[in-house]
């Protein structure tokens, strides 16, 4: 559902989560900024993501590596020769195109049985790096430039996703390093620091969180495809042989963590990859549905001692353990979990979003409501004082002194309380609080519930402790 996606990225800059960057220069193609809701709110699922997987699990630590690493981490962990995609261009339209992405667009016009022969197609050319295969069937199914409708393409090339940029002195041409294109690197490289200083015994885990950046060719979709994102990684180094439980302990622990956050688990599923790298044993996909589809939020891949090993053989440097437990020295195997945090944050806003009609006795209504869960909700509490004076602006503030060392809450006290209660729905807070003259007499303040949007009395004491409990939960 297109509509609903295009109201989802209007909502999110109309109310301060997503813009696009630079926006008064006409943006940068693939980068976005968050804004004051949207920080918060990435911040609140970074923040859960790192509890769940550091302070949760005795035996991961988290670690936070730089951006810049040696260019020979890129030759061995395969990026430098393999980290591309094929393209092409259209010669009139001069627009340059992913092939599979291409290929793929084109197989959805077809019915069902001639679109599957085509995807197969396609992935026995990828597969077999048959450049000049895919050129030839984009060919034979005359596959049109979206744009210009034309068919006249160039030859399909290989097209690298990493940033380069110089370190130090620029005519020194052994400075050309890179923008990481994955956060991963960061955590094997530092395997041994992390195990000997932290005294790891197997199995454990590594986590991070941090910027990677692809030149991502085709870029569209808002902050679903970025050329500059986040990723929250976890590298969980198991004996050989235990790989198999492993995995599929981590395929499960991540979808409870998903499921956590209240969704509709028909929402989610699994998606086995095709085609496994060489080196992998296992890799499987989390897939949520979007409005524009299924698509991936997580990998979960079985990496055996693939990089580790490549590792040591560019580095020269022993990448080993010792099990005391069977007395043995061994490169040990990785179970990843891998998560976009831009592709959550898109994913928590699109399961949050609700345009609910509230026409009630012929009189037409309605709002837009973020079901954000509380403990993800940028803002915890609005506080209101009903009116600007007798008092109740001063009552209010002071539960705001009260609150805020705990909990992001939000003031005000202008226009009428129904407009205020509609403002914190479509930024998600899922509680308001009102302050009236009542309040002077009994200590007792109105809550208001942004779900339900039911109204009742409470004391003013127990307000923080509601609130807190619900963000707990
Ligand atoms: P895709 O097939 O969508 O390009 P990928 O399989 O290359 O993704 P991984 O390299 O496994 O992705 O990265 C792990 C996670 O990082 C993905 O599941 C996704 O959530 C996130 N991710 C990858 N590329 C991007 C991007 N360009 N923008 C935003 N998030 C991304």
Redesign the pocket.
């Known amino acids: 559902d297109q509509n609903k996606f295009q109201a989802i990225i209007s909502h999110c800059k109309e109310y301060g989560f997503v813009f696009q960057s630079s926006e008064i220069y006409d943006g940068l193609s693939?980068v976005y900024d968050y804004g004051q809701n949207g920080a918060q709110l990435k911040k609140n699922i970074r923040d859960y993501w790192w509890k769940s997987m550091t302070q949760m699990h005795d035996n991961i630590v988290g670690i936070d590596a730089a951006i810049f690493m040696h260019p020979t981490t890129w030759k061995a962990s395969g990026h430098v020769d393999g980290f591309s995609d094929p393209m092409i261009d259209n010669k009139d339209s001069k627009k340059r195109y992913r092939v599979d992405h291409l290929i793929e667009a084109h197989a959805e016009t077809l019915d069902a049985a001639a679109g599957e022969e085509l995807i197969a197609k396609m992935n026995a050319l990828l597969a077999a790096d048959d450049l000049a295969g895919l050129k030839a069937l984009i060919e034979a199914y005359k596959i049109k430039c979206a744009v210009s409708g034309t068919v006249n393409w160039t030859d399909v090339r290989q097209f690298n996703l990493m940033f380069s940029t110089q370190l130090g002195s620029v005519t020194d041409e052994a400075s050309e390093i890179y923008l990481r294109?994955?956060t991963a690197q960061g955590i094997f490289v530092n395997f041994l620091n992390v195990q000997k200083t932290g005294r790891m015994k197997i199995p454990f885990g590594i986590a991070q969180i941090g910027k990677?950046f692809?030149n991502?060719i085709v870029?569209r979709q808002f902050?679903?495809?970025?050329?500059e994102?986040?990723?929250m990684?976890m590298q969980f180094f198991v004996r050989p042989g235990t790989q198999k439980e492993w995995f599929q302990y981590w395929k499960e622990e991540r979808m409870k963590w998903h499921l956590s956050l209240g969704a509709d688990p028909a929402k989610y599923k699994f998606h086995e990859h095709e085609k496994l790298a060489f080196y992998a044993d296992a890799a499987e996909?989390?897939e949520f549905e979007f409005p524009i589809g299924f698509?991936?939020?997580?990998?979960i891949?079985s990496r055996t001692d693939h990089d580790l090993g490549r590792h040591q053989e560019f580095s020269k440097k022993k990448m080993q353990y010792f099990d005391t437990e069977i007395n043995q020295n061994y490169i040990p195997y990785v179970i990843e979990t891998?998560?976009?945090?831009?592709?959550?944050f898109l994913l928590t806003v699109c399961n949050a979003y609700e345009e609910e009609d509230l026409t009630k006795d012929g009189k037409e209504d309605s709002r837009v409501v973020m079901r954000f869960p509380a403990k993800l909700a940028p803002t915890k509490l609005a506080i209101f004082p009903l009116t600007k004076k007798d008092g109740l602006p001063e009552i209010a503030k002071e539960l705001m002194d009260i609150c805020k060392p705990h909990f992001h809450t939000f003031y005000e006290e202008k226009d009428a309380i129904g407009k205020r209660y509609r403002r914190q729905d479509a930024i998600g807070t899922p509680f308001c609080v009102t302050i009236d003259h009542q309040t002077k007499e009994d200590n007792t303040v109105t809550i208001r519930y942004r779900d339900s949007m039911e109204q009742e009395r409470i004391p003013l004491d127990k307000v923080k402790e509601l609130v807190l409990n619900k963000i707990n939960e």
């Open positions: 693939a294109p994955e990677a692809r991502e870029a902050i679903f495809r970025m050329r994102f986040e990723q990684e996909d989390i698509k991936e939020v997580e990998g891949h891998s998560i976009g945090l831009d592709r959550m």
